[in-house]
């Protein structure tokens, strides 16, 4: 059967629709690499920071999933420890076999920076939960067991730290070395094991507790009771109890069965449930990053969107011709759309491609931030995640289609006779300028409206962010008008006629510019809002530290991220330095973690007198705080737990302690920025009444007045060398070590708002270059006329200096709201931490300089280009 | 001696040293206990442990506690216990020392030993209870006769933390939630007696059983003092109370059955028993109908021949003991059982005739199948005897184990 004649007509005009298109393209290269990179570079910001975001995650789930093992329940103490006498009478009186103790705990390799994941087992238990460290393992027991520091590591990490069985790692934990002997290393089969166990080290109860200050106590019991199913936490059952006819019998009543035969204050509580906290704490960060990187893709939208403009506008006779010869609009519209594909493909796979690499960039700084603030995590390779890629691609694609969607319509809709003519678009485009304002105006609203929803999300305050950003962009075009006639005769007086054809030339190809412009707009906007907004961050802080640090000296044990409950200091040591001369007072502080009705929380303990009441900076409390904090179950709560809880003063929380469940009620809510997910404070008087734990994790100590802090500072060294490792620092010290590790959570940031300004640059650039050379037989016309090649250098670069100045004035506006709704908004949603709004003007100055930089530079290659053609040929171009 | 079952202790602890240490791999395909042998455990290092090299005197009850810094030790207990109805269970609890490294060696050594530390500073106190040379093993078993069934199973544990040990005074012997504890309730008319009460339970089984010495400690050999071969320090100690009287409760399947009857009990320690070429050994514990009770163990050399240091203890009715040396005793093998499970072949019947006592046995398992697959393989089972004794007939009960071929 022969094919349909419209079948092979329109096969073979599309067939050439595409290769007139691909040749296109190939005659500028420039152009469509530009493109290519454009979007290139917005899919790798995206890529990477879902790839090293997820990196981290899975790092953390893997690590944690293979130290639960196949463990239903735990049982958990108050704080992170339990008395190993609950062990015991698990085991001899109850007679629970698939139980398994375990202490985890952290320990460093200081010369290669690493941490590791210190689990200690007793490998005659682990049978049922964790064939890696089982005695049927292999684990030779004689010295595993002896109390010598011996332990297991995975062949992969002796490997990768060139270490192997006999040989002695040097470890730091809780402040104190520990040669420990690798006993032996632990083959792993598959992949998923030895990235799971790439950070463990297996240590026998007896070694953890010596190496972790444990003795007599364990992290927690791993359980593997009958009928897994799922339960919730005892506290919250026995704080809202479930009526009794929606319980469904099976594990959850063995766990509370079995609660109810332990001590107070220990309570079993389903595996999953605490790496699900975990886990979830991260959530807002890695929101915030993906917000972030989607920036740079928008501005790669923009620079997709200007490409195929361009390239429609000055095929617009061709197009004219197509479409006189009977192309139909259908077929224009897939053209144009087949053509985006194609920068939007290879842009995209090279986008995978370098979002991999960049990852392998990014993902130390992510990790190192995860570690500052939420939990230790160890990631040693990027995990492709095919999810991920595959959503890089969509996000690529689409964006390339969804960018070019307006220019191919707009190609398609035009009738015949008015494709012929040329610059039409740029008629079409100061014809639209007030129906493109006040969409942009609408857009602008609709944002700031979004940001007044009752329900205040994240996604909202971003998606808010994001009209503005559009809306604003639609306006540009108007305020380049309006700037252009402004500054026209200004740069008259300046510079004379060539100022003058500079500004003009820039409002004259408004159609191109004014996308361009936008592009940068957007990017330096973005730049300024992310600088505003951790400028005030770092001077909110800097300001917090000041009221919060009032002692002289600090001393702490070193631990391994602000999530993990502090080692604790050696109890003759804290006598020690207390009584040192010079030592007029001190206070202690205990960091430690609680079981509470809100789930597992952090809880700072501290003993107070009249001076370290005063650093806190209560946002909200009790008339009688201070006269009831030392003798009443009371509490502080920082400003992010109580948003994170939605609790305020007066509210109870039911705390599990050693003398079981207790109502504790918040008197205050204090300004606190060390955590994003909240922190309970206690006096240490009210906690020994509720709580047998007597370790003091940090010192404040108070200088006389003739003492030299240096001097002191010393002095206590000497005395806890030998003792203790700990971390001795002056009031300064802290406040810079504090700060430092506020700029390191922010470097990603920074290395974000870099990536957007590049995409912008890259758009600025391949906008200028299109333009010139459409305008290259003007140009040859002026170059005919009498300008001389510097002439039009210098015109050319002006216009593009003017772009860059006007979308750096553009930017600021922008760039102060977007900063206003990040500190406002999105970090109050994120975080709830209140921000004090800060405008420096360098930043402002910082991003006028790198818009007109920026544009200059994109300006430099077209203008070479320019003045080294030969006018003639470009004017018989036609 | 007895219970050779002290190698397959000592094998274990060697099957970890030796399969152990690079082959960490998941447990399906890496048993300690495959295919380890208890003969091949003896090659152990007894480098730097005491060793049992002649008699001594006993002190009591410090001597039915543990003996640390000897390498095995065992407390055994097995018997043939009827319900009122006649229906027969023998039943075997056992809980084994093995001792990892040697004595001399400190098994904690000093955590942290920093080169600057200043000499005055204190060091760091180490109280962690779990650092331990000791590794525990139990046995329980339970042969439900009526049934042929043979339930059993094997528990590891640390000699630590107050999970599992062994103690004097009050004697207790206990393994998590198994224990066998000082019966304070019970009549203890000498130092050396020692009623227990047993208790033991898994998710098949269980026992709680009240055990009464009925005779004097026995020492079997030379004083206790045991020797297994011409190497001295081949030796063990060892003692018994080979007629206890017993009731309590047997369970089995969530069914109690009220039970009494006769227990035995062993308890050996020792560093190294079996010589270069020694291959395995039968061990019988009989208790006759005649209120004598029999211990015959022979063990059998590689090239199949018996050793010379095969002996026996015959204990009469008031508990005064007749030692058997080399050539009282005559074993004939009459039937052999090859186990399904691991394709060992054990003799089942026997017939054993101790010329100087004019006392001719046939003996004979209740079934054949009461082996004990675990860590390492080896056969506990109950047994039932008939013979002449004097040219009177007796008949009794008893427990046969063996190493298997």
């Known amino acids: ?878 | 001696m007895r219970h050779l079952t002290l190698l397959m202790l000592a094998s274990i602890t060697l099957g970890i040293i030796v399969i152990g240490f690079w082959l960490l791999s998941p447990p399906d395909s890496e048993k300690i206990t495959a295919g380890a042998s208890p003969v091949e455990a003896l090659r152990g290092d007894i480098e730097g442990y005491y060793r049992a090299e002649g008699p001594k005197e006993f002190e009591f009850p410090a001597d039915h506690g543990p003996h640390p810094g000897y390498r095995t030790e065992w407390w055994y207990y097995t018997g043939n216990l009827f319900t009122e109805n006649g229906r027969h269970f023998g039943y075997q609890f056992t809980i084994f020392r093995n001792q990892l490294s040697p004595p001399d060696a400190d098994p904690i050594a000093d955590p942290n030993p920093d080169p600057i530390a200043d000499p005055n500073a204190s060091p760091p106190k180490n109280q962690t209870s779990w650092a331990t040379n000791q590794l525990y093993l139990a046995h329980f078993a339970i042969s439900d006769i009526d049934n042929k069934e043979h339930k059993y199973e094997e528990r590891f544990s640390r000699g630590a933390a107050g999970l599992t040990g062994a103690e004097a005074d009050p004697f207790r012997i206990w393994m998590e939630d198994w224990s066998a504890e000082l019966d304070a309730d019970a009549s203890s008319p000498s130092e050396e007696s020692l009623p227990v009460t047993i208790q033991a339970r898994n998710n098949q089984i269980a026992v709680n059983l009240s055990l009464n010495p009925a005779k004097p400690l026995v020492l079997h050999a030379d004083h206790g003092y045991d020797p297994k071969g011409p190497d001295p320090g081949n030796a063990s100690y060892y003692l018994s109370f080979t007629r206890m009287l017993t009731s309590g409760t047997i369970t089995i399947e969530h069914t109690d059955y009220e039970v009494s009857g006769y227990s035995w009990m062993d308890h050996e320690w020792s560093t190294s028993v079996l010589g270069k070429d020694q291959a395995g050994w039968d061990w019988f514990s009989l208790q006759l109908s005649d209120g004598y009770d029999l211990m015959y163990y022979q063990i059998r050399n590689e090239d199949g021949s018996l050793s010379p240091y095969s002996t026996g203890t015959l204990i009469d009715p008031d508990g005064n003991t007749i030692a058997l040396g080399d050539g009282d005793a005559k074993l004939e093998e009459r039937e052999n059982w090859t186990s399904p499970h691991t394709g060992r072949v054990y003799p089942v019947r026997w017939h054993l005739s101790i010329p100087s006592q004019s006392l001719n046995l046939e003996i004979a398992t209740f079934f054949p199948d009461q082996e004990m697959n675990v860590s390492v393989t080896y056969y506990e089972g109950a047994v039932h005897v008939e013979g002449i004794r004097d040219n009177e007939p007796v008949a009794g009960y008893g427990f046969v184990e063996m190493t298997g071929r």
């Open chain 1, 1 to 878: 059967m022969m094919p349909s004649r419209t079948t092979f007509t329109s096969g073979y005009i599309s067939g050439l629709l595409w290769r007139s298109g691909i040749r296109y393209h190939f005659r500028r290269p420039w152009l469509y690499a530009l493109s290519v990179i454009g979007i290139a570079l917005g899919v790798a910001v995206v890529v990477s920071i879902d790839l090293a975001n997820n990196s981290a995650k899975k790092a953390f789930l893997m690590s944690t999933e293979s130290v639960t093992g196949a463990a239903t329940h735990q049982i958990n103490g108050t704080g992170r420890r339990l008395d190993e006498e609950v062990y015991r009478t698990l085991r001899t009186e109850l007679g629970i076999r698939k139980s398994a103790p375990v202490i985890e705990g952290y320990a460093s390799k200081p010369d290669l920076s690493r941490t590791f994941q210190v689990l200690g087992v007793d490998p005659l238990a682990e049978e049922h939960f964790r064939s890696f460290s089982s005695q049927q393992a292999g684990i030779e027991l004689s010295t595993f067991m002896s109390g010598e520091i011996t332990g297991f590591l995975s062949e992969t990490t002796a490997e990768a730290l060139q270490t192997a069985p006999g040989d002695t790692l040097e470890l730091i934990a809780g402040g104190r070395p520990y040669p420990l002997l690798v006993a032996g290393l632990i083959q792993t089969k598959d992949k998923y094991s030895r990235q799971a166990l790439e950070n463990l080290i297996i240590v026998d109860i007896s070694t953890a507790q010596i190496m972790f200050g444990m003795e007599g106590h364990l992290s927690r019991i791993d359980l593997i009771l009958p009928d897994d199913e799922a339960g919730r936490p005892g506290l919250l059952r026995r704080a809202y109890p479930e009526p009794s006819s929606t319980r469904t019998g099976s594990s959850t009543d063995t766990a509370e069965r079995l609660e109810a035969m332990l001590p107070d204050g220990i309570s079993v509580v389903r595996s999953g449930s605490r790496t699900e906290t975990v886990a979830q704490m991260t959530r807002a960060f890695e929101l915030n990053l993906q917000s972030l990187s989607m920036l740079a893709l928008l501005v790669g939208m923009f620079l997709i969107y200007n490409t195929i403009t361009f390239t429609v506008v000055q095929r617009r006779p061709l197009i004219g011709r197509l479409r006189a010869l009977g192309v139909t609009r259908g077929e224009i519209l897939r053209m144009i759309l087949g053509e985006a594909f194609i920068i939007g493909l290879p842009g995209t796979i090279l986008g995978l491609t370098g979002g991999i690499l960049l990852a392998q960039f990014l993902l130390q700084f992510v990790t190192q931030t995860i570690n500052d603030l939420y939990f230790v995590v160890s990631v040693q390779q990027v995990a492709i995640a095919p999810l991920t890629l595959l959503k890089g691609m969509l996000l690529g694609v689409g964006a390339t289609l969804l960018a070019s969607l307006w220019p191919a319509r707009e190609a398609a809709r035009a009738p015949v006779r008015i494709v012929l003519q040329r610059s039409e678009k740029d008629a079409l485009l100061k014809k639209n300028i007030p129906i493109l304002s006040l969409t942009g105006l609408l857009a602008i609203l609709a944002g700031i409206g979004s940001l007044f929803l009752p329900e205040e999300t994240i996604i909202s305050g971003y998606l808010s962010l994001l009209l503005i950003i559009i809306g604003f962009s639609l306006v540009v075009p108007l305020l380049i008008s309006i700037l252009a006639s402004l500054l026209h005769p200004l740069a008259g007086l300046a510079f004379g006629l060539p100022g003058r054809m500079a500004v003009r030339g820039v409002v004259a190809d408004l159609g191109r510019t004014s996308v361009a412009t936008s592009a940068l707009v957007i990017a330096v906007a973005a730049a300024i809002g992310v600088g505003l907004m951790v400028d005030s961050f770092r001077v909110t802080v800097d300001s917090w530290l000041k009221s919060q640090l009032q002692a002289d000296i600090y001393i702490q044990a070193p631990g391994f991220s602000t999530r993990e409950p502090d080692a604790g200091l050696n109890p003759e040591l804290i006598t020690l330095l207390r009584e040192a001369p010079g030592v007029s007072g001190s206070h202690s502080v205990q960091r430690t973690e609680v079981q509470t009705s809100q789930g597992v929380d952090r809880l700072t303990v501290v003993e107070t007198d009249r001076e370290s009441t005063r650093s806190y900076q209560l946002r909200k409390s009790d008339p009688g705080l201070w006269n009831r904090f030392d003798n009443e179950p009371v509490l502080l709560a920082t400003e992010s737990y109580a948003f994170r809880n939605g609790v305020t003063v007066g509210d109870t929380i039911v705390i599990i302690t050693d003398r079981g469940d207790q109502d504790f009620v918040i008197l205050g809510i204090y300004y606190d920025y060390s955590s994003d997910t909240g922190l309970l404070t206690m006096s240490r008087m009210v906690y020994d009444r509720f709580f047998q734990n007597k370790i003091i994790s940090g010192l404040a100590l108070y200088t006389d007045d003739g003492t030299i802090v240096e001097t002191l500072m010393s002095e206590l060294r000497e005395r806890s060398a030998g003792i203790q490792n700990v971390i001795i620092q002056s009031n300064q010290g802290l406040r810079e070590a504090s700060l430092e590790i506020f700029d390191r959570t922010f470097t990603v940031t920074i290395v974000m708002r870099f990536l957007a300004v590049l995409v912008a640059f890259i758009g600025v650039l391949s906008a200028l270059m299109a333009l010139q050379f459409e305008r290259s037989r003007d140009m040859a016309v002026l170059r005919a006329s009498g300008l001389t090649p510097a002439q039009l250098w210098g015109l050319v670069t002006g216009q593009t200096g003017v772009m860059g100045f006007m979308a750096g004035l553009l930017s600021i506006p922008l760039g102060v709201v977007m900063a206003a709704i990040l500190v406002y908004v999105i970090n109050l949603r994120s975080f709830g931490w209140t921000l004090q709004f800060q405008i420096t003007p360098e930043m402002l100055i910082q991003a006028m300089l790198v818009a007109v930089t920026a544009a200059i530079l994109a300006g430099l290659y077209p203008s070479w280009k320019i003045t080294k053609t030969n006018p003639a040929d470009a004017l018989r171009d036609e």
